[in-house]
């Protein structure tokens, strides 16, 4: 499961599936769905999305470029699946985001870590001190 979990993590911005996924996990794709939902609490789809999403924090937070472009760059392949998506794991759309956010003056691990999308649905609502 820490394989398919790393090539999540690595791959992310590309097409991943789950037959591909299971292969590197070395089971089968029934039991690596059970499997990694029992150990990391969520399918692994929604784990891609989140991840997909806090690369797409970061990039919303430093760069300027456009969320049509980040949305590309970060695997998603509809705009419209891209802001629906973080709308339901931050609570804005990606433009009220980036309005909202300021840099924060901290080491980048810092805020990634504080900014990390939450799991199990919830909406994480902090705002960078």
């Not at 911005?13 to 292969?23: C, G, M, Q, T, Y």
């Not at 456009?66 to 509809?78: K, L, Q, R």
């Amino acid at each position: 499961m820490l394989r398919a979990r790393d090539a999540i993590d690595r791959d992310y911005a590309k097409p991943l599936n789950i037959p591909a996924l299971a292969r590197i996990a070395l089971v089968s794709e029934a039991h690596f769905i059970r499997t990694f939902r029992a150990t990391f609490g969520e399918t692994p789809h929604r784990y891609l999305q989140r991840r997909r999403v806090e690369r797409a924090m970061a990039l919303l937070r430093n760069t300027d470029r456009s969320v049509t472009d980040i949305c590309m760059d970060v695997g998603f392949t509809s705009l419209g699946t891209f802001s629906r998506v973080f709308r339901d794991i931050i609570g804005h759309s990606p433009s009220q985001y980036r309005q909202r956010v300021e840099p924060v003056p901290v080491p980048s691990c810092f805020a990634m870590a504080w900014t990390r999308p939450s799991s199990f649905g919830e909406v994480r609502r902090r705002e960078p001190v």
